[in-house]
């Protein structure tokens, strides 16, 4: 137990540390203002995702042996149960500090209370818990973003993105959230900004490959908000083969990026597709 407890104990530790050197970094000048603005946007920000979600499951299992000299490992995956428990604790203890330091914003209107007076507290934090296990689903989808797609990009010129203008977190910046609320509103910051730039580089894959309509009304309907091209270019379910390739002959006739149907690359400065 004491090999566990000292893992927690260095996860904590280590995230509470970066924690707080990103509490320092805006106060060394316009230097360090520069250096807070690229930590939130993409790439630095991808570094920053990785340091304190998925670095801490990695080093979780590995510390048991790293720590063997002094006890015997423990199996690797109490050294992830520990990691994880040590991102808990880096968590609770942060919110505790941040809302001791904001005593107006911590007594005044706020998203926990106000959630917690419609749910209970109990409900509401369970469930908000609940949702940290789609962080790695999330850090997949990042990965993807940046691996997946990219080739894409010149083996069959789907559109580049700056992922900065997408994937980026500015909620810090609201007036009175602090503590819990600020933790958990950065945090469907980021899953908000990751979604909607796989949403996107998910339209020019689907318009490219198979601008067909699903047979499914219900399932059009429901898609259409995400893929605006089911309602807007895509061929009818009930269509030839011979249409679905007369589309793709009129919308990727020219040289520039194969974007999906509606996508801004196809407007020119009368609105109107080149």
Known sequence: MAQFASIVGIIAAA??????????????????????????????????????????????PILPGVLASDWPPIHWSLGLLAAVLGQIATVLIWTF???????????????????????????????????????????????????VYPPLTWLVRLPRYRHAQWVNVSRQKFSGLVGHDLIWCLYCDWMTGVWSLASEMLRNVESFWCPIRFASPEKCANCTTDFPDIAGGWVPADGTMHDVASLLDAKYSGPGANAWFGHPVRLTVNGDEP
């Open 97 to 147: 500090l941040h809302e001791l330091a904001h005593p107006q914003a911590r007594k005044g209107p706020r998203i926990v209370k106000s959630i917690n007076k419609k749910v209970g507290p109990l409900r509401n934090h369970t469930a908000v818990w609940w949702t940290a296990w789609a962080v790695p689903v999330f850090a997949v989808v990042r990965f993807a973003e940046l691996t």
């Open 15 to 60: 995230l509470l540390l970066g924690a707080a050197i990103l509490h320092l970094i805006p106060r060394l000048g316009s230097p360090g203002r520069t250096l807070a603005d690229a930590l939130c946007r993409a790439p630095l920000l991808d570094a920053l995702i990785c340091y304190f979600t998925v670095l801490p499951l990695i080093a979780g």
